[in-house]
């Protein structure tokens, strides 16, 4: 069941100068609380360890997995994109939960100066991540660089 809040216009203005690509104002609002109750648990009377914050944590939201996924690029990611800019392909290889592995051809012939690279994977091969068991992404130009 879903609840509807009201909050400001300024608010929610600031809830979009901090959220991630894709993320919606529910997904925001959920990784702020994750941050405070893990760095504040003890301020709030609780003398939980750090790991038992966290489990604590998920467990207030038991839909979603809160994590962040990785993402490794090969090269670097600033040499990455010049590279891409010039070759307009990479390779990205995604592991899941299972682990299993699949590899994939990012054939990038609108990528520009302007474009950006993990916007580009998240509405891309990245999109639905959590909900695929994606748990990381490596990004290389050659193929024999991936792990």
Known sequence: ???????????????????KPFESPEDVIKRLLVFFIDNNQ?????????????????SLF????FYKLEVN????????????LKTKKAWVKLSYKNGAASVHEWNAY???EDSNIRGNLNSGYLRG?????????????????LP
């Open 73 to 84: 690029f090969y090269p670097s990611e600033s040499e990455f994109k010049q590279l891409l």
């Open 62 to 65: 038991p839909t979603k997995e």
């Open 110 to 112: 609108k990528f520009s």
């Open 42 to 58: 003890k301020s709030l009377n609780n003398e939980q360890t750090s790991d038992e914050n966290t489990e604590q944590t998920k």
């Open 129 to 145: 991540w959590r909900e695929k068991g994606i748990v990381r992404a490596d990004v290389a130009i050659d193929k024999n660089k």
């Open 1 to 19: 069941m879903k609840n509807n809040i009201e909050i400001s216009s300024d608010l929610y203005e600031c809830l979009g100068k901090i959220a």
